[in-house]
């Protein structure tokens, strides 16, 4: 995802309909700057804190709530439902490592095809579908190494 410099950021806020206020931009800042890293409300503040001490865990909550809601941002869950953020609105689907935690973005149009061919052929009544996304849950079989995908 590439870097947006500060007025970037502003316009993106304001775009979603948003004031750009400078704890929403700082926190969204944070959040591209986690980008494939998922990350909860709590680390996002952690991150934030030293730079801005006038900040709250509450605030930042607040701010990806409202970011969620507007579709700035995306909420995914872990298995322990705790929430976590992704600056990456794009349709994509996610791996999540129960051992490790972590959230890995997993990107593949094949699969995104073959849901929306197959949603297509199901008559679905009095619901209108916006998004969907698959979440692969498992572990990694060696923690200190990276998932990898092959396509065979
Ligand atoms: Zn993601």
């Known amino acids: 995802m590439q870097q947006l410099n500060r007025q970037e950021l502003r316009q993106k806020l ?54 969620a809601e ?22 994509h689907s996610h791996i999540y490592c129960s051992n490790t935690r972590e959230i890995i973005d997993f990107e593949d149009p094949e699969l995104e095809e073959l849901l929306q061919g197959f949603f297509q052929r199901r008559n679905m009544q009095n619901f209108e579908m916006h998004s969907f996304a698959i979440q692969l849950t498992g572990n990694k079989k060696e923690p200190d190494q990276q998932v990898s995908i092959t396509k065979l």
């Open 70 to 91: 507007n579709g700035l941002v995306r909420r995914v869950f872990s298995e322990q439902g705790c929430k976590r953020y992704d600056a990456n609105t794009m349709a």
């Open 14 to 67: 304001v775009s979603c309909s948003l004031k750009a206020t400078h704890q929403r931009i700082v926190v969204y800042e944070a959040l591209l700057g986690l980008h494939g890293h998922h990350p909860a409300a709590e680390e996002v503040y952690r991150l934030l804190k030293p730079a801005n001490p006038s900040i709250s865990l509450g605030t930042v909550y607040k701010i990806l709530d409202v970011f």
